[in-house]
């Protein structure tokens, strides 16, 4: 599986931006799609937004028009640009890779914290 380091979270008030970037280990071009998870303190493990490797995208409902995500094959990364923050954005944030044959990964990492303050 591809080995995938996530990084860019902090401390923001609302309305604020951050960009949070996934860093992977090999080539991303391998995989059907990337995405962004999160899991907030208690509740369970949210699908946040995907990217397909032509670059197709697709967005939750609830950071649809606030999130961006998008890749950069030549750096192994992919980003998420998360604007208008709210605090019920708070939670670790993950990627994860989805391959052809075996979907979505199931070795989930150590994320990256967003906290949003009120």
């Known amino acids: 599986q591809v080995q995938l380091v996530e990084s860019g979270g902090g401390l923001v008030q609302a309305g604020g931006s951050l960009r949070l970037s996934c860093s992977a280990s090999?080539?991303?071009?391998?995989?059907?799609?990337m995405g962004w998870y999160r899991q907030a303190t208690g509740n369970e493990r949210e699908l946040v937004a995907t990217?397909?490797?032509?670059?197709?995208?697709n967005y939750a409902d609830f950071v649809k028009g606030r999130f961006t995500i998008s890749r950069d094959n030549a750096k192994n990364t992919v980003y998420l640009q998360m604007n208008s923050l709210k605090p019920e954005d708070t939670a670790v944030y993950y990627c994860?890779?989805?391959?052809?044959?075996?979907?979505?990964?199931?070795?989930w990492g150590q994320g990256t914290r967003v906290t949003v303050s009120s």
């Open positions: 994860n890779a989805k391959r052809l044959i075996t979907g979505w990964g199931t070795d």
């Open positions: 090999g080539s991303i071009k391998r995989n059907v799609a």
């Open positions: 990217i397909t490797n032509s670059g197709t995208t």
